[in-house]
Nanobody, 128 residues
């Protein structure tokens, strides 16, 4: 059973940057795609970004494109999420997730159903 562990800064100033990390306990079939989601108060959980661990292909949600970067360190079984130009509206719970690839096209898609392993989440608070 693969476990995901999120870590990183839990607070930052608006306009600044923040980096979150997610380490998988192992690399296997269900960690070929990794993704970050978030739950903003008053909104549904949404996908932020995905990354293909074997080829570094990435996707970003339109709502955060241009302000976030997802990256990987395959040797450490770790993915990172960098959020730039933070806004108070970025405050919420951030979740790391992983899942298998999908055959054809982009192996890591933007639907939550593909991701079957989840971390416990980490709280992010952005101060104005």
């Amino acid at each position: 059973q693969v476990h995901l562990k999120e870590s990183g800064e839990d607070s930052a100033q608006a306009g600044g940057s923040l980096t979150l990390s997610c380490e998988a306990s192992a690399a296997d079939y269900n960690t070929q795609c990794m993704a970050w989601f978030r739950q903003i108060p008053g909104k549904e959980r949404e996908l932020i970004a995905t990354i293909y661990m074997l080829g570094e292909r990435t996707t970003y949600a339109d709502s955060v494109k241009g302000r976030v970067t997802i990256s990987r360190d395959t040797a450490k079984h770790t993915v990172y999420l960098q959020i730039h130009t933070l806004q108070s509206e970025d405050s919420g719970m951030y979740y790391c997730a992983s899942g298998p690839i999908l055959i054809g096209g982009n192996p890591c898609r933007t639907g939550a159903g593909q991701y079957n392993i989840w971390g416990q989440g980490t709280q992010v608070t952005v101060s104005s």
